[in-house]
């Protein structure tokens, strides 16, 4: 299917445009920047009658997710957005959505959590919520925001799992570029209508009983498979979409990764900027490569693994602070995936980066591949883990 | 309507099944089972959504459950919130032909969900003008956790967290008017009790009516209030008889008294009746104080209600 010509739109943009085409029942959200842009643009297509949605403009997030899990338990296509002490704020039912099995599709315009108080763009509110059993997926430009809106939202109402589509707070939901949307039948056919089945209030059940030790971790056991299981959607989901709107999206992208000897792996906007690093680094000779997470959650460790394992070195980096811990969320896991490849394995270095919005710059991109190439050629590290663009000392 | 043609009304198929695991003798239950036998006698289709509470976690130990309607718990903070989404679910589906029937959800909160941990969400959904009838059984403390101090504990009461000792008798805060929070969003708002079923009927007919509803019913609790279990009704009623539970209705502004005993009974007949009360009891000079303190603040209470109502009359 051809899409319509391309149009200016933010990430906020792409994501409200997103949500009108998906045609939710209910929104319910509270505003907090950077997300308003996505529920004000949202607003503007109810108020002028663009889209019939039920919007609840709650007085908190809390009560946003609260009646986002009320609305979907009803069987009803539920949508909403959020960010920073926002998600902190409705996590504890950001947790009960998921466990409720629950497919509400949530965009992120990830921000940095307080304190202090900072508005600016860096992951550590959604790796927050990195275990509460969500679908999390990252984006990289608003094309994405607005692509991957409609492939969440199939595979959560697939798989009766809630997914969150991650934007960088900023640098993607306040950026101008084309996007191009698809025509609203389109949208249709490949979403089509919710449809619960008998898990919906509209029949006489009880959702959310009080459940102890002698059921309680089988249901943890079945949520568990849950998301391994939504892996095979999420391949089936992207494939279909890929036909139908000539994009060619995987569960992660790979940048002149497979001839490459050293790697970069990180998600969200600041892929574009490593991208041309990359390029460059290509024209001096040097082989390297770059690996886009999409899909954090689940987490594709075997896939991961395949793509990364023929890296002399790999750099690993991370938007968000996990304090105490021996890196952050991404270092950690895609490390412990390669320790199980045989033989030699990749010598793996973690980079904790611009959190509350700290710019990443070109110059630091050279300054990883320059790291790596170091240990590549049999330098023994000098760090694991280290922070970069920060003042140290 | 007599007790006699009320108990027809209600008849003995509930929607609120037996087997439950609430306490012997307690009375959020007797209240659920009216609600539901009353939305029963009127025909309507409900959804039932609750706070964590007593009556929560008593009701719907997995795999039973006593309701026989579409149940839904999410949390303890959130119930009215949670009753919003459904709410406009069903709107959202009836628009889109998905849905032919009408339902009426009802929201049971404890006072620990409805006055505290609760109020935010419920204040939002009120402002919203969300259609639900909200039910608070009001035990006066978190019964739920172990008997601790909620905003609806009366003063001087002992609880877990306001134990009487040797330097403080009990809470030292008088309690929260959650009728009148609730009257402030322009709403029809009600207090009544358990042992006034009659009472109870007609405000659920207008709760039923005029949505968003707060009914705030008195519940007590044989475990938190240290009464023995066949004594709840008797004490619930002696709360009305002496003022300090007195039963009215704020009907979107306009007060209401509904009931004003020819003689009100003093207040140490009420405190006598429960353990929570017992540190008072001893005839010192000080409980003789907190007592009459006790009794002005009833006093001062019920006369500003009337008040309320004279002043807001048409």
């Not at chain 1, 309680?216 to 939504?230: C, I, P």
């Not at chain 1, 906007?269 to 390029?279: D, E, F, Q, Y």
């Not at chain 2, 929607?15 to 036998?37: T, Y």
């Amino acid at each position: 299917m051809k899409h319509e010509k391309p149009l200016p739109a933010t990430g906020a943009l792409a994501a409200a445009t997103a949500m009108k085409q998906a045609k939710p029942d209910v929104v319910a959200a509270y505003p907090i920047t950077p997300q308003t842009p996505i529920i004000e643009a949202f607003s503007k297509f109810v108020a002028n009658g663009d889209v019939n949605t039920e919007l609840i403009l709650v007085e908190s997030e809390h009560s946003a997710m609260s009646a986002c899990v009320g609305a979907s338990a009803t069987g009803a296509r539920v949508m909403t957005a959020t960010a920073a002490n926002g998600l902190a704020l409705m996590s504890e039912i950001v947790f009960i959505a998921a466990s409720l099995r629950l497919p509400i599709v949530m965009n992120i315009a990830s921000r940095a959590l307080s304190g202090p108080i900072n508005i600016h763009c860096d992951h550590s509110d959604v790796m927050l919520v990195r275990d509460s059993g969500w679908i999390q997926v990252f984006v990289e430009n608003p094309q994405e925001v607005y692509d991957y809106n409609l492939i969440a939202l199939k595979i959560a109402e697939n798989m009766k799992i809630p997914a969150m589509v991650i934007q960088d707070g900023f640098i993607t939901s306040h950026c101008l570029e084309p996007v191009r949307f698809l025509p609203q039948q389109v949208v249709d056919n490949f979403l089509g209508v919710y449809n619960p089945g008998n898990h919906s209030l509209l029949n006489p059940i009880t959702f959310g009983p009080l459940d102890l030790y002698d059921y309680y971790f089988e249901h943890k056991r079945q949520q568990l498979q849950a998301l391994e299981d939504s892996k095979q959607v999420i391949k089936q989901v992207l494939k279909e979409y890929n036909n139908l709107a000539g994009t060619n999206y995987n569960i992660f992208e790979t940048y002149k990764l497979e001839d490459a000897e050293l790697g970069v792996v990180v998600a969200g906007s600041t892929a574009g900027t490593l991208k041309h690093v990359v390029n460059v680094l290509r024209d001096k000779g040097v082989k390297a490569g770059l690996l886009k997470l999409g899909f954090f959650r689940p987490f594709f460790q075997e896939e991961l693994k395949q793509a990364l394992k023929h890296l002399k070195a790999i750099a690993i980096l991370d938007r968000s602070a996990s304090f105490g811990a021996f890196g952050s969320a991404f270092y950690n896991e895609i490390k412990s995936a390669l320790y199980d490849l045989p033989g030699e394995k990749p010598k793996v270095l973690g980079y904790i980066y611009g959190l509350g919005g700290r710019d990443f710059l070109i110059q630091h991109g050279f300054e990883i591949f320059n790291e790596l190439q170091k240990i590549a050629t049999g330098a023994e590290p000098v760090f694991r883990v280290r922070c970069i663009g920060v003042r140290e000392g | 309507m007599n007790i006699k043609q009320l108990a027809e009304k209600i008849g003995n198929n509930s929607w609120f099944a037996p087997g439950h695991r609430l306490c012997a003798g307690c009375n959020a239950g007797i209240i659920a089972k009216f609600v539901l036998n009353f939305a029963q006698f009127k025909g309507y289709k409900v959804i039932t959504v609750l706070a964590t509470g007593c009556l929560e976690v008593a009701t719907t130990i997995f795999p039973y459950t006593s309701w026989k309607t579409a149940y839904m718990h999410n949390a303890f903070e959130n119930a009215a919130a949670t009753a919003s989404g459904i709410g406009a679910a069903l709107k959202s589906l009836k628009k889109k032909g998905l849905l032919k029937e009408d339902y009426k959800i009802v929201v049971f909160g404890g006072d620990g969900g409805t006055y505290d941990i609760g109020l935010q969400s419920l204040s939002g959904a009120l402002e919203r003008k969300h259609e639900f009838v909200y039910i608070c059984y009001d035990n006066e403390a978190y019964m739920n956790t172990g008997i601790q101090r909620s905003s609806a504990t009366p003063m001087l009461a002992s609880t877990t967290t306001t134990p009487s000792g040797k330097v403080s008798k009990g809470k030292q805060q008088p309690r929260k008017d959650l009728i009148a929070i609730a009257a402030a969003h322009d709403v029809y708002a009600a207090q009544t009790s358990v042992s006034h079923l009659q009472d109870f009927w007609k405000k659920l007919e207008k709760a039923f009516n005029d949505q968003p509803a707060v009914l705030n019913v008195l519940s007590p609790c044989t475990r938190g209030w240290y009464f023995p279990p066949d004594q709840g009704i008797k004490i619930a009623k002696l709360a009305v008889e002496t003022n300090y539970w007195p039963l009215y209705e704020v009907d979107h502004g306009r007060w209401i008294l509904n009931y004003e005993p020819k003689q009100r009974k003093p207040i140490i007949e009420w405190l006598k009746t429960q353990g929570r009360f017992k540190h008072l009891l001893q005839p010192t000079q000080e409980n003789e104080k907190l007592i009459a303190q006790l009794q002005e603040m009833v006093d001062k209470r019920f006369e500003y209600i009337k008040k309320l109502a004279r002043a807001t009359s048409e």
